[in-house]
């Protein structure tokens, strides 16, 4: 059983830069694919980045490419999203989410491929 704890939001003014961390325990991390989803209240939880558990593959949805930036560092079991030019658009609940595999570099994109989710941490963006 997978452990996951989200740190690192609050409230930033639009053009501002927040950086989220998830923290990992109870399992072995360097084999999760993690990603970074969130829900806007009235919407459905959307996906916002991915990355393998090698590392060496990402995906950022198009909504926040080049704004939003997704690592890990398996040493720390932490995953990470550096989130800049934030946007009002961009303020909802932020979840990590971990998914078992054995391939080194799938990245998992949909809800339903993740067995495993952190609690959420608030992210507000004003405009």
């Known amino acids: 059983q997978v452990q996951l704890v989200e740190s690192g939001g609050g409230l930033v003014q639009a053009g501002g830069s927040l950086g989220l961390s998830c923290a990992a325990s109870g399992g072995t991390f360097s084999i999760y694919a993690m990603g970074w989803f969130r829900q806007a209240p009235g919407k459905e939880r959307e996906f916002v980045a991915a990355?393998?558990?090698?590392?060496?593959?990402?995906y950022v949805a198009d909504s926040v490419k080049g704004r939003f930036t997704i690592s890990r560092d398996n040493a720390k079991n932490t995953v990470y999203l550096q989130m800049n030019s934030l946007k009002p658009e961009d303020t909802a609940i932020y979840y990590c989410a971990a998914a078992p595999t054995l391939a080194p570099a799938k990245v998992v994109l949909t809800t339903g491929g993740y067995d495993y989710w952190g609690q959420g941490t608030q992210v507000t963006v004003s405009a």
């Open positions: 990355i393998s558990w090698s590392g060496g593959s990402t």
